[in-house]
Every structure is written in structure tokens, then in C-alpha cells.
């Protein structure tokens, strides 16, 4: 584990990649994000190349009542609620947000609530994503993809001259023969696999708006809570 000034020595010598998820440009804190008001400048439609950015928070907490909301803590520690004002209110994810997840929102914004302070209004559910790993995990995982590379060399032992298999999985890692380098890798290759969407995007100047995949399981998912949401708000007295 590295301090603060390490990193911090670490990226004075080495720029960041830009889709690496340390890099506080694509990946800001909630005071690197555009207000909201700045933001309508940004056409999201456009055909020009331009820049995108994606916030990383860690869900500390959840509520519903007329609709879901997180306690997000973001990459620097600062704590903002995270609203959810799209079409079925966070039912979608309601079974998602997990104390210690990770949520993802694109093209955030800091947003000025009437009776809080600033956090994130979350319109579109295509924007929204929920990983079930830490954000520690994620970071890490980013880190290490970007100074080791995917080069061929075991990532349990770090040997490069003994026969090399690669994992079909994260397609990306690959592990000698040894005990305990199969392992090492298996416990980190979901996170590994699931970062290569931010990893593998042009972040600087593509004119395709990016948008979260819906998996199947999701959708399900997707289904189920649509029910749950307006139940637990008549429990609530809406
Ligand atoms: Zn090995
Ligand atoms: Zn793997």
C-alpha cells in the first residue's frame, strides 16, 4: 500500500493513462466534476470529438423513501448524497446498492439540492452502473493493469521464462504452474475482467456518448425491483 505522497511522486514522474481510473481527469472527485449549470454547455449529442469523465464513489449507506438514495464517499474521502430522479425512482438498483460497492455515474455533475448539500442527480439509468467490488479493488486492479501491462509474465509470481497460460476469463493475465498463482489471480480476475470497459475506452476525443451495458442478469434484477420500489413506499406512508 502506497501514501498519499507516493502516488503522488508516482504520477509527477509518469502521467496517468487517461483511462486509467486513478486519473482524476476521466475519473474525477465529486469537486472535479463540472456544476451542473457549466454543464449545459456540453452536448452530449454532438458529433465532435470531445472529452468524457466518469465519477467512482463507494456507497456507504442506502434509504428509500420517495425514492433511492446513496451516501457516496468519493475518491478523496468527501461524502455526498446521491440521488436518484430517474423514470422508476432507483428501483432498477435498488438490489445493487450494497454498503461497500462501487458506483459508477457518466457524465456527472455536481448538482445544488433545495435542502441538502451538493451531490449527484441521477437522471439516466444507461449512466448508472454498480459494481460489487470496492472501490479499492478497482483502483488497484487499474493500477496494476497500467504499470505492470498485460505483459506475459505470471501475475502471482511475476516469473516471464517459465511456461505461461493465459486466463480466458479476464483475457488478460496470465499465471504460471506454481501453487498459489492460479489463486492469486482468481480472486482478482472478475475485477480485473470488469474494469476493461473504462480501460479499453477512448476517453479524450471519441464522439460516441458512452452508455452502461444492461446484462441480462440486470434486467431480471431490473423486474423484480420494479415491484419491490412502490411496495416499500406504501410502507412508507406514500
Ligand atoms: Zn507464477
Ligand atoms: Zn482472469
Given at each position: 500500500m502506497s501514501t498519499p505522497l507516493e502516488k503522488e511522486n508516482h504520477s509527477a514522474t509518469t502521467p496517468l493513462a487517461?483511462?486509467?481510473?486513478?486519473?482524476p481527469l476521466t475519473f474525477p472527485t465529486f469537486w472535479g466534476l463540472p456544476p451542473e449549470y457549466e454543464s449545459?454547455?456540453?452536448?452530449?449529442?454532438?458529433?465532435k470529438p470531445r472529452k468524457h469523465w466518469c465519477f467512482l464513489g463507494k456507497i456507504v449507506s442506502s434509504s428509500v423513501l420517495v425514492r433511492l438514495a446513496l451516501e457516496v464517499e468519493d475518491k478523496e474521502g468527501h461524502r455526498l448524497l446521491v440521488a436518484f430522479h430517474t423514470d422508476d425512482r432507483g428501483a432498477a438498483f435498488l438490489d445493487q446498492c450494497k454498503e461497500g460497492h462501487t458506483i459508477a455515474v457518466l457524465y456527472a455533475t455536481q448538482h445544488t439540492f433545495a435542502f441538502s448539500p451538493p451531490g449527484l442527480r441521477l437522471?439516466?439509468?444507461?449512466h448508472v452502473k454498480v459494481f460489487p467490488y470496492s472501490l479499492d479493488d478497482m483502483l488497484e486492479a487499474s493500477r496494476e493493469l497500467f504499470e505492470k501491462g498485460m505483459g506475459k509474465r505470471c501475475e502471482g509470481c511475476d516469473k516471464t521464462e517459465t511456461p505461461l497460460r493465459k486466463c480466458s476469463?479476464?483475457?488478460?493475465a496470465w499465471y504460471c504452474s506454481r501453487t498459489g498463482c492460479w489463486p492469486a489471480h482468481k480472486r482478482r480476475c472478475p475485477v480485473l475482467k470488469e474494469i476493461q470497459w473504462f480501460t479499453?475506452?477512448?476517453?479524450?476525443?471519441?464522439v460516441h456518448q458512452y452508455f452502461f451495458p444492461r446484462h441480462l442478469g440486470g434486467w431480471h434484477a431490473h423486474q423484480h425491483s420494479r415491484n419491490a420500489l412502490p411496495s416499500m413506499l406504501q410502507a412508507c406512508g406514500f
Open positions: 487517461p483511462s486509467d481510473l486513478n486519473n449545459n454547455d456540453i452536448d452530449l449529442y454532438s458529433t437522471e439516466q439509468d444507461a476469463a479476464c483475457n488478460g479499453r475506452k477512448n476517453w479524450e476525443n471519441s
